[in-house]
């Protein structure tokens, strides 16, 4: 009888097989080796790649703020105006309170009640509107404000 040691010859074509799995995982093992070692080297393509570059997405940021900045401006003039604090005082309502909460108006808000200032002063500069009417229009810009922001 045959110690075990010997079992694997006992079978025809075994060693070639296990020679040849061997093999084949060595060549994989090799190959996930190489494969880890290719982001690496394909990191500086990745930078080259991008829709926008950092510098054009900082003037676009740049742009932005300042067109925000230059609505909070427009706004604050308005309602600083002499006809804006009499309609404001005439309704019990704090101006510094008002254009304090300017800034915290989303784009949208702060962007359609400058259009509105600016569209009611051209109106009034013009004589297209009463004082009646400018000072009804400052009172809902005034409301609009405090319900948007304290809401």
């Known amino acids: 009888m045959q110690s075990p040691r010997f079992f694997p010859f006992r079978f025809p074509g075994f060693a ?3 020679l ?3 093999a084949l995982l060595s060549l994989l093992a090799s190959s996930f080796a190489l494969r880890a070692q290719e982001p690496v080297q394909n990191q500086n393509t990745n930078q080259d790649t991008h829709l926008v570059t950092p510098l054009e997405l900082q003037q676009q940021v740049q742009a932005s703020t ?3 900045q230059e609505k909070i401006q427009n706004l604050t003039q308005f309602l600083s105006t002499p006809t804006a604090q009499k309609a404001m005082k005439d309704a019990k309502v ?3 309170q008002v254009k304090t909460a300017i800034p915290s108006l989303t ?3 702060l962007a359609d009640l400058s259009a509105r200032a ?3 002063q051209h ?3 013009a004589g297209l509107l009463g004082t009646t009417a400018l000072l009804l229009i400052i009172l809902i810009i005034v409301v609009i404000i405090l319900v948007s922001v304290y809401h």
């Open 16 to 18: 070639p097989r296990c």
């Open 20 to 22: 040849a799995a061997v």
């Open 66 to 68: 300042a067109k925000r």
């Open 94 to 96: 704090d101006p510094v």
């Open 107 to 109: 784009d949208a808000e």
């Open 118 to 120: 600016d569209h009611a």
């Open 123 to 125: 109106d009034f500069a």
